[in-house]
């Protein structure tokens, strides 16, 4: 009888910790990023985030972007800026914030390769509840080159 290999206890034990964490903290819905071009630096990535209990979204990171950053979108007189959101993105209890073209949104700069439609990339998410606590979450993010329509929204949604 072989022992079980260490890979085989670590996915176990990751399974068993990641899980209870992952649902008490944000849900994560429609994720997707938008397509780039090649030669082009940086891109958005956006998705639909309902903390369980408050949180706050204070990082992003994934291995394709040198650079990842939570952006808003702000009018600046006439002109639309986007600049970091400072201390973090707050999610209220239970309110969906949506990360959106125009809005807030995840920026993924210094991209290491150009995201070509119908792959995906990992993102994770880190996250700072009321106490302090950081929990980071992977999500697969799938690379689309326009948003996903409502109606596929709404046929997600039970
Ligand atoms: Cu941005």
């Given at each position: 009888m072989q022992p079980p290999s260490l890979l085989a206890l670590l996915a176990t034990?990751?399974?068993?910790?990641?899980?209870?964490l992952w649902a008490q903290t944000?849900?994560?819905?429609?994720?997707w990023a938008r397509a780039t071009v090649p030669g082009?630096?940086?891109?958005?990535?956006?998705m639909k985030l309902t903390a369980k209990s408050g949180a706050k979204l204070v990082g992003v990171s994934?291995?394709?972007?040198?650079?990842?950053e939570v952006h808003e979108m702000k009018?600046?007189?006439?002109?639309?800026?986007m600049r970091a959101v400072q201390g973090g993105l707050e999610l209220p209890v239970g309110q969906a914030v949506e990360l959106?073209?125009?809005?807030?949104?995840?920026?993924?700069m210094d991209l290491k390769l150009p995201l070509q439609k119908d792959t995906t990339i990992p993102v994770t998410l880190l996250f700072k509840?009321?106490?302090?606590?950081?929990?980071?979450?992977?999500?697969?993010v799938p690379v689309r080159a326009t948003p996903p329509s409502a109606a596929v929204d709404?046929?997600?949604h039970k």
């Open positions: 034990t990751f399974a068993l910790c990641a899980s209870p944000v849900d994560v819905q429609g994720a082009q630096k940086a891109t958005g990535a956006f994934s291995p394709v972007a040198g650079v990842a009018m600046d007189g006439d002109v639309m800026k959106k073209p125009g809005g807030y949104h995840l920026m993924l509840d009321a106490k302090g606590v950081e929990t980071k979450t992977e999500i697969t709404h046929s997600m």
